[in-house]
Every structure is written in C-alpha cells, then in structure tokens.
C-alpha cells in the first residue's frame, strides 16, 4: 500500500508520514515514511529549483517511493510528483508536467490532502508565505477532481491529525477487501464454485486478513 500525503506548505505533511509510520510500525506493520526530496534539494543547493530543474524533482521523488514499494509493506509518502506538478503551475504558468504526474498519482493507493487548518510557519527558502496556502490548495484539489483520483482531506492538530489520517486508511483497507471479496464471488459464481477467499499474490486464505487486520487496529495512545 502506497499512501500519499499532499497539501500545500506548512500544512504538516513531513511529521504527519513519520508520525504514521511510527503508528504503523509499532501495530507490527512493515511501513516506512519517504521525506520529500525538494527539501533535500534546497538545503544541498541553497535556493529553490527553477524551472528547468522542476522535471528531475519529480522524477527523483516519484523514484524514491517506488524503491520504497519494492521493499516494505506500506509506504507513507510526504508528497509526490504530483505536488511538484502543482507548484510548477503555481510559480512558473508551466503545466507541463500534469500528465506524467497525474499518471504516477492514479497508482498511488491512498491520497490523503492535508488542511489549512495548521498555522503557517517559516521554513527557510522552501517556503513562499501564509498568502501561497489558499491557491496551491485550490489548484490541487482542482487538479485531483479533473483526474478523478479520490482523496480525502485531514484536518485536526498533533494526534487528531495523526488518528484521522490512521483512520483514512482503515477505511481504505476494509473498503478495499469488501470489494475484493465480492469481485471474488462474482468470479465464482460464474464458474458454479463454492467461493472461497483467496490471495490474489498467494493464494493463502490467511495472508490478505492478516495483512489488513494490522490495520485496522485503533492507533495506539
């Protein structure tokens, strides 16, 4: 499971994705939080990337969390390419790298939008200002209605945050295996067979339900 966390600045993306998998992680998960590689980017460079340098972002951080998907359960991305795709518009008129990050979106499981209702605070050359907030948010969440890719906004502050986002996924996970249970009776019922639930990379009965039943457990206080 790939999770995607995306918002404008200072909206708590970072500590909310090792918050998470910190949480996932002590229910017995295998997850993992990748950081966001602008930040990286502008620390080793010392400005923000211009235009031309906004197509290897993207690219890197999209990298960073496939990589991430070859080796652990869960993934908790603090923001993707699409967000990268986002500020390009916003700063620089350039749209141009919507499809391919779009794209990449739509093979992200879960999208989780994070809320303006955190206060602003300054971060370096990184950040723009409290007044690049409302439009980068606007733009996204255009942008992710446009592409019909489903997301879900977190509000709250410090552990609110943490449990609605827990939640989310929760949701995802028992919505994902009630449709996976009925496209496997479906399946069956037209071969006449008894249904049976089975693992679509196992077929072990038990290896979706304890994948899952992780999960679902109420975050821990």
Request: charged content about 20%; hydrophobic content about 40%.
């Amino acid at each position: 499971m790939i999770i995607a966390l995306l918002g404008a600045e200072s909206t708590g993306k970072s500590a909310l994705a090792h918050a998470m998998a910190t949480a996932l992680q002590s229910q017995g998960t295998d997850a993992v939080a990748v950081g966001e590689y602008l930040r990286e980017w502008c620390a080793e460079h010392g400005r923000t990337p211009l235009q031309h340098e906004q197509v290897h972002i993207a690219a890197t951080q999209h990298a960073r969390i496939m990589e991430a998907a070859q080796c652990h359960a869960v993934v908790i991305a603090d923001t993707t390419a699409l967000m990268t795709a986002v500020y390009s518009d916003y700063v620089f008129g350039d749209r141009s790298l919507y499809a391919k990050a779009v794209e990449q979106q739509r093979a992200i499981d879960v999208t989780l939008v994070s809320g303006l209702d955190i206060p602003w605070e300054a971060d370096g050359i990184q950040r723009d200002g409290a007044y690049a907030r409302p439009p980068v948010d606007a733009l996204l969440r255009q942008t992710l209605a446009n592409a019909h890719i489903d997301y879900r906004v977190i509000y709250g502050l410090s552990d609110d945050r943490l449990h609605n986002a827990i939640q989310s996924i929760n949701l995802h996970a028992i919505n994902s295996v009630a449709a996976y249970a009925v496209n496997t009776w479906t399946a069956e019922q037209k071969h006449s067979k008894k249904w049976v639930w089975s693992c679509d990379k196992c077929s072990d009965p038990a290896c979706e339900h304890q994948l899952f039943s992780q999960l679902l457990k109420p975050p821990s206080t």
